[in-house]
């Protein structure tokens, strides 16, 4: 069983060799000191960092990440060491946040070699802090332990390290954050200017659709995951000259066909936009990729603006501290004029940045009035006319849409959200207050009642985009406070059976999941995939919690936990309808469920950090048009599909 730590507890490890997993909201340096049984750091070279990556039984990352696995072999430390002690700190000049009080609270948890979790600390209670003493693996009569610290540093890491008697500690946090600076700069450079006709790839295959953000690759708009170190290339391949399309399960090693091309622009115009002129396999990556290259555009160009509003703010500021600061422009009209000539020069500069604002904005304005039109149903608002047309499909498209993004700049320019498929995390639909205007007009029984028709909607495109038979919904209702909105599924019979209700109903559906987890995961394990008993269902399964967390006990807390954590990796998933504010209540207990679950609301908001360029993006949910009864007409195909094929 998992201890899960609070601050100055501790716990026995049962083994010694361990990964420590760190999880964050934004990408943190993480690094650790070994002790002697005084707990004194003997030098520099008792200390891992992103400069020095690797020690005898110990290894960090080389960069700043979201996520981290610290590599620990107890047996492998030098015979003097005694403690083992994790540090986690925010990089410095990269533009993220400078306190963790600006973050979601960390999560470390240490762990087996085969990810069982052994111990789990969640930070809390962070304010203005930079950095932090995370938790300590120490030796006492024999024993190796872990106690969860928490210690945090306003100071920053030369703080941090100085508390710990490390020599020369300015200078040695003032080398790791340049070790950071470093190797961020060799892993994020900015893409090259898109030019008209320019072919867009999607940052690698698999990658998770456009979020933050929080996998490896820059998913448009997702937030970022850690950015792993560049690999080593397989033998026989070659760096540079033409790209190798062959892939394992294409027989072709052709090239994919070149994109369509837009008509030839006329002198002095912008080329005209046309749906899929990105690199793809099919349409509908070709789509994929164009959604991508806009978002990756939307960002590159509000980033410049703002970023030239700030130089035009810093220059007239500067300009006229210099005027005020000599005593001669107190003389006349002197000042007035440095004056007002400063100003003149701040205008100029903002109004020709709008400008090129504005010129970029248009002709992505354009392109989306391109392609919003073309999009297959996954990727399609529910206002597309895709969907009258809706059919079952007959395979799992590789994106699904949740929503819609856009930035202050331009309101109207919407970004669809795609995330891929099958689905990596589950959602939590926040059914609390939030900072938008629009959360703050509301009561909250209409929040929670729009949280749950968004859930519905979410669950009805999930249904309408997997074939039939290999995607089932199950709702736990608790008190049966969502029958309204629950009512399309259920009148269509799309679901896996009826909203369960009463702790019974709520018991017996996590079971139900549970098991099916612990199955699959076995099968898989042992390679035995046939031998599943015949009633485990192994199509895709999404379990919609309402009004969490009333009417939940330990246990199924607990089991929900294990499903978010152990579901996706085999096809089932959560969808959390629940206010934050609530589940605070519990205590940290819940943050881990609540960090493993993307977050969208029910209303327009801006909760979705971009660590890629400094923006926050405003999530707008899926909008039914009024009065349409297109969810219901494409769950009775859903429905229709599913029927002929249940014994």
């Given amino acids: 069983m998992t201890a899960e730590l609070v601050r100055g507890q501790n716990h026995t490890l049962p083994q010694t060799r361990l990964e420590i997993r760190v999880s964050a909201g934004t990408p943190v340096v993480a690094g650790a000191t070994l002790g002697d049984e005084n707990g004194t750091v003997r030098g520099t070279e008792w200390i891992a ?12 990352s080389r960069q700043a990440a979201a996520d981290h696995r610290l590599a620990v072999d107890l047996d492998a430390l030098p015979g003097p060491v005694h403690r083992v002690t994790v540090l986690l700190a925010l990089p410095t000049g990269v533009g993220g946040p400078v306190r963790f009080g600006a973050v979601a609270s960390p999560f470390v948890a240490v762990t087996g070699l085969d990810g069982t979790e052994i111990a789990t600390f969640t930070l809390t209670g962070l304010d203005s802090e930079s950095a932090v003493t995370a938790l300590e693996l120490y030796r006492r ?7 969860a610290v928490g210690q945090g540093y306003a100071g920053g890491l030369d703080a941090m390290l100085a508390d710990q008697g490390v020599p020369g500690a300015a200078e040695l946090a003032h080398s790791i954050q340049d070790a950071v600076t470093r190797a961020t ?8 200017p898109r030019t008209p006709g320019a072919d867009r790839v999607a940052p690698g295959a698999g990658a998770p659709g456009p979020v933050p953000p929080p996998d490896g690759h820059r998913p448009a708009p997702q937030p970022p995951e850690p950015i792993a170190e560049p690999a080593t290339p397989p033998p026989g391949a070659t760096t540079g000259g033409p790209i190798n399309y ?26 005209q936009p046309v749906a899929g002129d990105a690199t793809g396999w099919s349409m509908d990556e070709r789509l994929y990729n164009q959604i991508w290259g ?7 160009t509000t980033a410049a603006y703002r970023s030239a509003v700030d130089f035009a703010e810093s220059r007239m500021g500067q300009e006229l501290d210099r005027t005020l600061s000599d005593p001669r422009s107190r003389i006349g009209g002197a000042g007035d004029r440095a004056r007002e000539e400063a100003r003149a020069k701040r205008d100029e500069l903002t109004t020709r940045a709008r400008e090129a604002l504005d010129r970029d904005l248009a002709q992505l304005v354009a392109e989306a009035a391109v392609v919003e039109p073309a999009l297959p149903a996954a990727f399609a608002g529910w206002d597309n006319p895709v969907w009258h047309a809706y059919r079952v499909p007959m395979e799992i498209p590789m994106a699904l849409r949740i929503g819609d993004l856009h930035l202050p700049e331009n309101p109207a320019l919407h970004i669809p959200l795609l995330v891929r498929l099958p689905l990596e995390r ?15 007009l509301m009561d909250s029984a209409r929040l929670r009642s729009l949280a749950m028709e968004c859930a519905v909607a979410h669950a009805a495109r999930l249904l309408a985009v997997y074939p039939a038979d290999e995607f089932s919904v199950h709702v736990i209702d608790p008190a049966g406070s969502a029958a309204g909105a629950l009512a399309p599924l259920v009148r269509s019979g799309a679901l896996a059976g009826p909203p369960a209700s009463g702790a019974g109903g709520v018991a017996s559906v996590l ?10 995961q076995m099968a898989i394990r042992a390679g035995a995939a046939d031998s599943l008993p015949p009633d485990v269902d192994t199509g895709e399964q999404l379990l919609i919690v309402n009004d969490f967390p009333h009417g939940f006990d330990d246990r199924s807390v607990t089991q929900l936990r294990y499903l978010a954590d152990e579901g996706p990796s085999v096809g089932v998933h959560l969808m959390m309808v629940a206010d934050r504010e609530d589940a605070s209540a519990y205590g940290p207990v819940l943050d881990p ?46 429905a229709a599909a599913r029927r002929p094929r249940r014994p």
Wanted: net charge positive; aromatic share 6%.
């Fill in 511 to 520: 079971a139900h999941l549970t098991r099916r987890v612990d199955l699959v």
């Fill in 49 to 60: 960092h992103p400069g020095s990556p690797q020690l005898p039984g110990l290894e960090v």
């Fill in 426 to 440: 589950g959602m939590w639909i926040d059914s609390g207050r939030t900072t938008s205007d629009a959360a703050a």
């Fill in 141 to 147: 009569q024999g024993a190796w332990k872990v106690r």
């Fill in 185 to 192: 700069a060799r892993s994020v450079a900015p893409p090259p």
């Fill in 246 to 271: 062959a892939h394992p399960r294409r027989q072709s090693t052709a090239p994919p066909p070149p994109p369509p091309t837009a008509p030839p622009a006329e002198p002095g115009r912008p080329a």
């Fill in 593 to 638: 469920l609540w960090r493993s679950l993307l977050r969208v609301t029910p209303v327009a908001d801006d909760h979705l950090a971009d660590p890629w360029v400094g923006h926050a993006w405003t999530y707008e949910p899926p909008r039914m048009p009024p009065g349409s009864r297109v969810l219901e007409q494409v769950l009775a195909k859903v």
């Fill in 294 to 300: 806009m978002f990756e555009d939307l960002a590159r």
